[in-house]
């Protein structure tokens, strides 16, 4: 009589090596350890129906293991996937970041968050998908330097047209933006400033003799020299003008609107010193800065800084100098609110 060894499948020899590395993973594990598992455990969230049979043997408390591979009944399948759908769900409505915990949120931002105080490009697509490549370009608010001109010495030259989906819109200029003295790093006036009364009556138009540029960081470096002279060799408290206006469109503030200037001997304590930068005997300043001097003006009238009945003059009006510039002092000579100072005083 013979006897012969059982045979044995690699499949159960599988199952028995997977089922010992099991066992010695959880005779590794603490109590603590094992009732976190079994808390956390997918089987544990699965609902009583499919349980019915372990609760009736008593066997539910017990972990059981599945070996890699075991087919699934398929009455079964349902049921697993629907609670590992139901998991997903609940973890991706939770998010954890260290030990914040957000749910049922929107708009919740973390980490840091950068203000812009200044101005912003703005840079948009003129044209729409369906025309050729070829075709296509990008207009801002800064022009492209034209080719005859060397690029390190073009400057950006402002524009107020946006061209956005090939529709043209217009910048509004009513709009009066003042750049604040920490803009263009102004230091603090050596002594106290004296307060000027207001309404004012008068409002001086100069300009400042020196370079005039359309770009913005060069106007901010043009004021800031204009300060350290006006104290360092003039000895005065501070830089003198009340107000500068740039030819890139910008209006920047120099002693403001309740401060006596020292921009006109004879009309500091009566009139707002309003300076365009630049020197303009045969030329005009821009018209965005002409225009942003306009909404100044309007501006003061509104917030009770100027007399709505002001006087508009110039610097050689007042003093023997060919400030605001001949060209300048032509152009203002035309606006409302001029004052003829001579044709007075006959």
């Known amino acids: 009589m013979s006897t012969e060894k059982p045979t044995t499948t690699p499949a159960a020899t599988a199952r028995e090596l997977s089922q010992e590395r099991t066992r010695a993973w959880l005779d590794s594990m603490d109590d603590e350890e094992l009732e976190s598992i079994t808390e956390s455990s997918i089987v544990d969230s699965l609902d009583d129906e499919y349980y019915d049979e372990e609760y009736e043997h008593g066997t539910s408390d ?44 929107t708009n919740v931002h973390i980490g840091n968050v950068t ?17 050729p490549r070829r ?51 102004a230091q603090e006036p050596m002594e106290e ?19 005039s540029s359309e770009k913005r960081a060069i106007n901010v470096r043009l004021i800031r020299d204009m300060q350290c002279f006006h104290i360092e060799s003039r000895g ?11 030819c890139d469109g ?7 609107w309740k401060t006596v200037g020292a921009h006109t001997l004879g009309y500091n304590k009566i009139a707002l010193g309003i300076s365009f930068i630049g020197c303009f005997m045969r030329q005009l300043p821009s018209m965005d800065a002409l225009n942003m001097l306009r909404n100044l003006l309007a501006f003061g009238v509104e917030q009770g800084h100027i007399a709505p009945d002001y006087r508009l003059v110039c610097h050689c009006q007042c003093n023997s100098t060919e400030s605001p ?21 006959q």
């Open 62 to 105: 017990e972990i059981t293991t599945m070996a890699l591979g075991t087919q699934i009944p398929a009455s079964k399948q349902s049921l697993i996937n629907e609670t590992l759908r139901d998991l997903m769900n609940s973890i991706n409505s939770i998010q954890t970041v260290g030990n914040v915990n957000i749910s049922n949120s």
């Open 115 to 131: 203000n812009i105080n200044g101005n912003i490009q703005i840079i948009a697509d003129t044209l729409s998908r369906n025309r």
């Open 135 to 185: 075709e296509r370009r990008k207009v801002s608010i800064t022009e492209v330097p034209a080719p005859s001109l060397d690029p390190e010495e073009s400057e950006e030259r402002v524009s107020s047209d946006v061209f956005i989906n090939s529709q043209m819109f217009k910048i509004p200029k009513e709009l009066c933006s003042i750049n604040p003295r920490h803009t263009w790093l």
């Open 193 to 211: 400033p004296l307060p000027l009364k207001l309404p004012v009556n008068y409002v001086v138009i100069l300009h400042t003799a020196t370079e």
């Open 236 to 246: 005065w408290n501070d830089i003198a003008y009340n107000f500068m206006i740039g």
């Open 250 to 256: 910008n209006i920047y503030e120099g002693r403001g």
């Open 325 to 345: 510039g001949r060209r300048l002092f032509e152009e203002i000579q035309t606006w409302p609110h001029f004052y003829n100072i001579e044709k007075e005083q």
